[in-house]
């Protein structure tokens, strides 16, 4: 009994004290899926965490374990051990979150961050070429460097250290991706790969076709077929796309436009996510070479340019 009572004040003691910051401020993802053991393993190996058993049982203990909420935090001052669990279940009510949406462009995520009360808006003047500077990118074009998910920050945290934590993140998520990608994949660099990743997430109306597109993206590139995808165009007309997209505009060459010019676009044309990676560095055993939308959302996929011509005239026309 006496074992029980000092065991409950030394975890009492624990869950109000707060833990010093390895930075200030201090970034967490806590990725979708994981465990209450396994976001504290990951906190230890940052640095917030000396040991992560107390913190363990102290979750279990408040029935915390299957309340954990996905995202990227930024912690601005030391917390709690019982502070972190409210923040990661909950949302502490000091932390406000702004999503960022796959398949957006980086106007859409800039658009997003402007209209946001709680942001200090620090870009609102600055260019795309000065943003990327701000935040030590080494790339030289915006698109498709960050990372789609849910932010969280304190209230007047800057949208550049936002975009930063996004870049961060993206960097981090796309070498993984690529140091498990299949072999013989006809794709040279990371950039490349989410150059088509970025593709194959404008181009995919279902999750179970991701990787079908994928392969067929794939195929065409080890052929040296032209990749002849319509987002790509459409990201190439700019503002000039009045959300019809015509065979003049098929025919009119830019650099974006892949029915005119070989091989992948310069940069990306959207921010892919998780899946759009995953699918790209992992596409299906596929024959096919073509697809057409059904106009439900899914593909009809064809290895033939016959075969494709039917299901063309069955779905499109």
């Keep these: 009994m006496l074992l029980a009572l000092f065991a409950a004040a030394g975890l009492g003691y624990y869950a109000y004290r707060p833990l010093q910051l390895p930075a200030t401020p201090f970034e967490f993802e806590l990725k979708q899926g994981s465990s209450l053991k396994s976001m504290a393993r990951d906190m230890r190996q940052a640095g917030l965490l000396q040991q992560e058993v107390l913190f363990v049982w102290l979750g279990r203990l408040l029935g915390k374990s299957t309340q954990l909420k996905a995202g990227n935090y930024a912690l601005e001052r030391p917390l709690s051990p019982l502070e972190l669990l409210d923040i990661f279940t909950k949302g502490d009510v000091s932390q406000n979150q702004v999503s960022v949406i796959e398949g957006?462009?980086?106007?859409q995520l800039r658009a997003a961050l402007n209209t946001s009360p709680d942001i200090a808006h620090d870009t609102l003047n600055l260019s795309d070429a000065e943003i990327l500077q701000r935040i030590g990118a080494t790339e030289t074009h915006p698109e498709g460097l960050f990372f789609p998910d849910t932010y969280y920050f304190a209230a007047g945290s800057s949208d550049l250290a936002i975009i930063k934590r996004a870049y961060r993140v993206m960097q981090q998520r796309l070498q993984?991706?690529?140091a498990g990608r299949d072999a013989g994949l006809p794709l040279q660099t990371p950039y490349q790969a989410l150059i088509l990743a970025s593709i194959v997430e404008k181009e995919t109306g279902t999750p179970a076709d991701r990787a079908l597109i994928a392969g067929v993206f794939v195929n065409r590139l080890r052929k040296g077929m032209l990749l002849q995808t319509d987002p790509t165009v459409i990201?190439?007309?700019?503002?000039?796309?009045?959300?019809?997209?015509?065979?003049?505009?098929?025919?009119?060459?830019?650099?974006?436009?892949?029915?005119?010019?070989?091989?992948l676009t310069p940069t990306p044309i959207a921010l892919p996510g998780m899946a759009a990676l995953q699918a790209t560095?992992?596409?299906?055993?596929?024959?096919?070479?073509?697809?057409?939308?059904?106009?439900?959302g899914s593909s009809q996929f064809s290895g033939t340019l016959e075969q494709h011509n039917r299901a063309v005239n069955r779905y499109q026309k």
Excluded: C, I, M, S
């Design 104 to 107: 957006w462009t980086f106007k």
């Design 176 to 178: 993984e991706a690529w």
């Design 235 to 263: 990201y190439g007309l700019g503002e000039q796309f009045d959300g019809n997209l015509r065979k003049r505009d098929l025919l009119a060459d830019t650099a974006y436009n892949t029915y005119t010019r070989g091989g």
């Design 281 to 296: 560095l992992h596409p299906a055993k596929t024959d096919a070479l073509y697809f057409v939308a059904r106009g439900d």
